[in-house]
């Protein structure tokens, strides 16, 4: 049997202005936007390169709207893993992504957090190499 995680639902509050963020600002593609029913659609952003991607869900209500930005209390909610930390480091401070610590060497790897548009907080990683 052959598993894998394909997305990660993101509560966002304006598909167009997500869709800049991350197309825009994190150099993400735009791998689908189809209109649904009733105002919503079906938007999907990932980095290149394959692998899993976002699902921009436009909160909905109180309760989902409340979360947007906050959907891990505060946590670092989703992991960037770059194979040049400093090329996209440097790429996201110009687009005026907002890193909120400088960066840092770890046994893990290089890494950083920055948020999104609406406050998430994300690590920007270059994981170490492993010498095996």
Do not use: C
């Not at 921009?56 to 893993?81: K, N, T």
């Not at 480091?89 to 790897?109: K, L, S």
């Amino acid at each position: 049997m052959t598993r894998r995680l394909s997305l990660t639902a993101l509560l966002v509050a304006d598909y167009d202005e997500a869709i800049a963020f991350y197309v825009g600002k994190l150099g993400f593609e735009l791998r689908e936007d189809t209109v649904l029913a009733e105002g919503k659609r079906w938007v999907v952003v990932a980095p290149g390169g394959g692998g899993s991607g976002l699902l921009l869900a436009r909160g909905v209500g109180d309760r989902q709207q409340q979360a947007i930005g906050d959907q891990s209390g505060g946590r670092v909610f989703l992991f960037l893993e770059t194979d040049d930390f400093a090329r996209d480091h440097r790429a996201f401070a110009a687009q005026g992504v907002r890193f909120i610590e400088p960066p840092r060497h770890e046994p893990y790897g290089i890494v950083a957090v920055f948020e999104d548009l609406y406050g998430n907080r994300w690590d920007l990683i270059e994981p170490a190499r492993r010498n095996d």
